[in-house]
């Protein structure tokens, strides 16, 4: 069974940094990407960054330049630096992992707030 595990979410004040990592565990064949998604309250759960196998990344606009995804997709953990932190950025994040055949796994998720 596949598991993946967040940390590093909590309290940050605007313009601080935050570190989230996810690791999986599990055996998992044709693994595609490893990502991370944020859902804040009322809001559908969007695309943070993404990085591929072959490590091509994807950043949605709101966080490009900001925010730096890493991994090694072998050893399936991934990381995302965050910078420069806004309110706005407030959200519970989401690791998920994705394969060739489509299939997805996703982690319990970490709070992220960001206030003063």
């Not at 595990?5 to 909590?10: K, L, N, P, R, T």
């Not at 990085?51 to 490009?64: D, E, L, P």
């Not at 932190?85 to 394969?99: I, N, Q, R, S, W």
């Amino acid at each position: 069974q596949v598991q993946l595990v967040e940390s590093g979410g909590g309290l940050v004040q605007p313009g601080g940094s935050l570190r989230l990592s996810c690791a999986a565990s599990g055996s998992t064949v044709g693994i595609r990407a490893m990502g991370w998604y944020r859902q804040a309250p009322g809001k559908q759960r969007e695309l943070v960054a993404e990085i591929t196998t072959q490590g091509s990344t994807n950043y949605a606009g709101s966080v490009k330049g900001r925010s730096a995804i890493s991994g090694d997709i072998g050893k399936k953990t991934v990381y995302l630096q965050m910078n420069s932190l806004k309110p706005e950025d407030t959200a519970v994040y989401y690791c998920k992992m994705g394969t060739i055949w489509s299939h997805e796994y996703w982690g319990q998720g970490t709070q992220v707030t960001v206030s003063s």
